[in-house]
Nanobody, 122 residues
Framework: QVQLVESGGGLVQPGGSLRLSCEASGNIFRINTMGWYRQAPGKQRELVANIIVTSGGTTAYADSVKGRFAISKDNVKNTVYLEMNSLKAEDTAVYYC??????????????WGQGTQVTVSS
């Protein structure tokens, strides 16, 4: 009954920008944290960025994207965003949204979105 839906992926030239969105919906009592992961072909899924939703929005980033990407949230919409700037070919991957939350049944759980493709190429 809980679903994460990503959007905003696509094809962009090196140096360009994209903004990813992930909306959580369903029987949610409270979202604790949300984050973005990515997985390129032949590579393991890796953490890109995360944000603490229940507090002041503390963020963390992978070293490879620090200074280029920015994660933000809209608590009212249960949505997290990933602003990606100065994109490189190495950023090409499927990007997955992740949420750690408390369901309406008062059960803590982690959910994943289906992923959105980001391709950086000239």
């Amino acid at each position: 009954q809980v679903q994460l839906v990503e959007s905003g992926g696509g094809l962009v030239q090196p140096g360009g920008s994209l903004r990813l969105s992930c909306e959580a919906s369903g029987n949610i009592f409270r979202i604790n944290t949300m984050g973005w992961y990515r997985q390129a072909p032949g590579k393991q899924r890796e953490l890109v960025a995360n944000i603490i939703v229940t507090s002041g929005g503390t963020t963390a980033y992978a070293d490879s994207v620090k200074g280029r990407f920015a994660i933000s949230k809209d608590n009212v919409k249960n949505t997290v965003y990933l602003e990606m700037n100065s994109l490189k070919a190495e950023d090409t991957a499927v990007y997955y949204c992740n949420a750690d939350l408390i369901k309406a049944t008062w059960v803590r759980a982690t959910y994943w979105g289906q992923g959105t493709q980001v391709t950086v190429s000239s």
